[in-house]
């Protein structure tokens, strides 16, 4: 495609290529209810990275150390996932692949909130298999716009896609700091797992993004 920002004399224009991106975006039904779905992923999951080191350390009662591994575990279980990820390529419906990386996530979420103080290596474990999950839905979501979305928008759209799920992030980790400590650890790893189920679930339920990951021409609407 010609793209207007390398073109001599011609200056940005991040404000109406912004808008057009929107609009682009908004065009799709599958792209725009997916990103909705998104940012309620990133509200849900991204705030939890920041909840190991003080599960490991008050609900488990482990020290600085012990948190040490619950990061590198799961750092290890996305390098992992990550390579699975490109030796294999997914299925060949990427929504197969990403909603199956939801649910798994939702439930593994769930089930280290009803984890008793005692179990701090079942924690580990379900740590690492969090990180090995987890590629298998960011990745094939970036892939899937790669695929679908013409040429000539793809930046403006991935921009604009990422900065929905950057921007939702924050409010994730805002609620996380103002009830995460006065409802419970554990109680929040459970809410957690509810919204990222409850993200799979809508993935599945909507049919413009149940069939998006469909092999076949580009989507126009």
């Not at 908004?26 to 909840?51: D, T």
């Not at 280290?112 to 979501?141: E, H, K």
């Not at 993200?199 to 599945?204: K, M, P, Q």
Request: hydrophobic content about 55%; aromatic content about 10%.
């Amino acid at each position: 495609p010609t793209l207007r920002a390398g073109a001599a004399g011609r200056k940005l224009r991040l404000w109406s290529d912004t808008v057009e991106g929107f609009r682009v975006l908004r065009a799709k039904r599958w792209l725009w209810e997916l990103c909705l779905i998104c940012a309620l992923f990133s509200v849900a999951f991204m705030p939890i990275c920041a909840l190991f080191p003080l599960m490991s350390m008050d609900y488990f009662g482990r020290d600085a150390a012990a948190a040490a591994v619950a990061e590198t575990a799961f750092s290890i279980g996305m390098l992992a996932g990550s390579v699975i990820l490109g030796i294999w390529g997914g299925t060949k419906d990427k929504m197969v692949t990403m909603v199956g990386s939801i649910l798994c996530l939702g439930i593994l979420l769930i089930w280290t909130g009803l984890l008793p103080p005692s179990a701090f290596w079942l924690f580990i474990a379900l740590d690492l298999f969090m990180g090995l999950t987890a590629p298998f839905f960011n990745s094939v979501f970036m892939a899937l716009i790669q695929e679908k979305v013409e040429p000539e928008y793809l930046g403006r759209v991935l921009g604009l896609s990422g900065a929905i799920m950057t921007l939702a992030s924050p409010v994730g980790l805002g609620a996380t700091a103002l009830f995460a400590d006065r409802i419970g650890l554990t109680v929040w790893f459970l809410i957690a797992g509810a919204g990222t189920l409850l993200c799979g679930v809508l993935a599945l339920a909507l049919p413009s993004v149940r069939t998006c990951g469909r092999p076949g021409p580009l989507q126009k609407d």
